[in-house]
């Protein structure tokens, strides 16, 4: 399988859903303490009708999103690479035993870098996670360059 590197295309699996060209890929299911992502058969955009069915919650905490790569203008991007995949790869434990049915794959900075072993953990990845645990806190924040 050939990974395709259009970088206008590459989306980040991580970002917000305020941000342009924001799609909703995956719902956000099980418990407060081990959510699990469940991924959509096919990104939907993030339109306003789609954010105040999310209320009084906020959208980050209902779906998983994704939208362009920013690259150079993210805190996690070194310049070549994602730091936050990387650190999703090596500090997550795995979720899963076999690759999840993820509608964005081809497109995912995150498999594009790191391969399924991003995937393998990446279910467990909420965006707004206010009862994320001390190691989920640790790899979401962005480390210094060079680190």
Same mark, same amino acid.
């Given at each position: 399988? $050939?990974?395709? #590197?259009?970088?206008?295309?590459? *989306?980040?699996?991580?970002?917000? +859903?305020?941000? /342009?060209?924001? !799609?909703?890929?995956?719902?956000?299911?099980?418990?407060?303490?081990?959510?699990?992502?469940?991924?959509? $058969?096919?990104? #939907?955009?993030?339109?306003?009708? *789609?954010?105040?069915?999310?209320? +009084?919650?906020? /959208?980050?905490? !209902?779906?998983?999103?994704?939208?362009?790569?920013?690259?150079?203008?993210?805190?996690?991007?070194?310049?070549?690479?994602?730091?936050?995949?990387?650190?999703?790869?090596?500090?997550?434990?795995?979720?899963?035993?076999?690759?999840?049915?993820?509608?964005?794959?081809?497109?995912?900075?995150?498999?594009?870098?790191?391969?399924?072993?991003?995937?393998?953990?990446?279910?467990?990845?909420?965006?707004?996670?206010?009862?994320?645990?001390?190691?989920?806190?640790?790899?979401?924040?962005?480390?210094?360059?060079?680190?």
């Amino acid at each position: 399988m $050939k990974h395709h #590197q259009s970088s206008e295309k590459t *989306l980040c699996p991580s970002s917000r +859903p305020e941000l /342009p060209e924001s !799609v909703a890929f995956g719902v956000v299911s099980g418990t407060v303490e081990e959510p699990h992502v469940t991924y959509l $058969k096919k990104p #939907q955009p993030i339109t306003e009708e *789609l954010i105040v069915l999310t209320a +009084p919650v906020t /959208p980050a905490e !209902v779906f998983r999103t994704a939208s362009p790569c920013a690259t150079n203008k993210c805190q996690h991007f070194d310049g070549s690479h994602c730091r936050l995949a990387q650190r999703v790869v090596e500090q997550l434990p795995l979720v899963e035993d076999k690759l999840p049915a993820c509608p964005i794959r081809r497109d995912c900075r995150w498999f594009q870098q790191e391969g399924k072993a991003a995937c393998m953990r990446c279910p467990q990845v909420i965006t707004d996670n206010y009862n994320a645990s001390e190691l989920v806190r640790k790899v979401s924040m962005p480390t210094a360059i060079g680190e």
